[in-house]
């Protein structure tokens, strides 16, 4: 009698799928099944990123994968009872995953496989196009692998935006007798989680960046500088490293070619500043995590004294598409200068977060109202915070901005990483001012005086100003001060630090007291 195959479930492994009780969820499917005696496979994957439907339990079925979420453990028997398992309707359904409309409108291109397979297993990461883009790239020379990516348009998605290609290029011309790949995975602004999600969701696809990268510029050395609050991707990570070498693609000869690439995962120490390419290049030498001076960039004098590719995760994760599809496919998605796809995070006090890839020239308005529902709390937007806690507070009126480097610049923001963290109508941006400023005091390495100094001095006047001690007297001194931190320090971080209080103090100077607004806060706050 033939026996009917089991039927596949799929539940995420990713660490904001598991903080909601995935694992649970999972171990109360397979018992659930095997109480009722039917073949099911519980299977994990990475999240798909709509993150307010975790746990996202998927279903294999003759019309595609059906999704329930977000489901705990008590609601299991409920969904066995409604046919879960043939997609039958339940509460808890959204019909096909592609078709719901967070996930339909966007356009995956970095992460097209991110949940759709077991993140570790090698023959299905190939089935969905896995290496293609590192064979191609072992065909063609250094050269020609650089200039696909300059003309793709691909920019680091750390936060500068700096031109890949330009970067890569000067580590191919500069000679050395030894280079690295680096990967910063320090992933440590407020509201920013495209890098875990490519590491615990498709490993795979930053390795085969890196090792394009490797064959390309002759480094045959990879580093992947992890943050220490990651445990669940250093896990994933580490397994694909090793599988993937033991598979032959990395290692002594990638693919066959007789050239070398070998990948090592270290994990920092718990510092934001390491997230500055050069501090990080200290931390993995294993010395104090503070900022070079420069020049020399890392491209010429980096990991060692040698030419180092250093780049975030979501850059070296774009690479593989260049190399597979084209760059011209990548170029033609974006607008301007702003080139391909971005990971938009969205967090905060909003309806609906969770990671929006789009090409780059939707609106913050429709990435928070189209996609994220509006706030959680159902009230207004007041201010929207871009790019970390170093990026400009943004007001309800620039909410039609454009999501690309210059426009956003032309506001007085920056995009960042690409973290949107939103805020209603309750927030008080005086003190979400300060703790910006305090955030720079704490995490400063404190190499240079305008950071290290400035910053502390900066809360002390903020507060000063809020407990209205001369106020137009403090404004002159902390815009100043916040001046000198601008232009005087060493690194972003204390050159950055500013920008959420310049913009709070501009857009919002009724929190500082500055303005009679007092009854208005007050009915706004009702």
Known sequence: MPVNPPTVVWVPLDAAAKSVGADEVAAAIVAEAARRRLPVTVRRNGTRGMLWLEPLVEVETAGGRTAYGPVAPGDVASLFDRGFLAGGAHPLGHG?????????????????????????????????????????????????????????GLRGRGGAGFPTGIK???????????????????????????????????????????????????ATQGYVYLRSEYPDAERVLTA????????????????GSGKRFDVEVRRGAGSYVCGEETALLESLEGKRGVVRYRPPVPAVA??????????????????????????????????????????????????????????????????????????????????????????????????????????LAGKGGILGHGGVVVFDDTADMARLARYAMEFCAIESCGKCTPCRIGSTRGVEVIDRLVAGDRPQRQVALLRDLCDTMTHASLCALGGMAPLPVTSALDHFPEDFGLAPAGAARDARRS
């Open 96 to 152: 096909r995953t592609e078709a719901i409309p967070y996930f339909a409108r966007q356009e995956r291109v970095t992460f097209a496989r991110v949940g759709l397979t077991d993140p570790l297993d090698l023959a299905a990461y190939e089935a969905h196009g896995g290496w293609r883009g590192l064979r191609n790239a072992l065909a063609r020379s250094g050269a020609e692998v650089v200039d696909a990516v300059t003309r793709s």
């Open 302 to 407: 980096g990991l060692f004294g040698r030419p180092t590719a250093l780049n975030n995760v979501i850059t070296f994760a774009s690479v593989p598409f260049v190399l597979d599809r084209g760059a011209d496919a990548y170029r033609d998605l974006g607008v301007g200068r702003s080139r391909g796809t971005l990971p938009f995070q969205l967090a905060g006090n909003v309806a609906r977060g969770g990671l929006v890839e789009k090409a780059f020239g939707l609106t913050l308005r429709e990435l928070i109202e189209d996609f994220g529902g509006g706030t959680a709390s159902g009230r207004p937007v007041r201010a929207v915070q871009v790019g970390g806690p170093l990026g400009s507070f943004l007001p309800a009126s620039a909410l039609d901005v454009p999501l690309d480097y210059e426009a």
């Open 168 to 218: 890569w290029k000067t580590v191919l011309d500069t000679p050395a007798d030894r280079k690295y790949v680096v990967v910063n995975a320090d992933e440590g602004d407020s509201g920013t989680f495209s890098d875990r999600m490519v590491m615990e969701g498709d490993p795979y696809l930053l390795l085969e960046g890196m090792a394009v990268a490797g064959v390309a510029l002759g």
């Open 240 to 255: 694909a490293v090793e599988r993937a070498t033991a598979a032959g693609f990395l290692g002594a000869s990638v693919l």
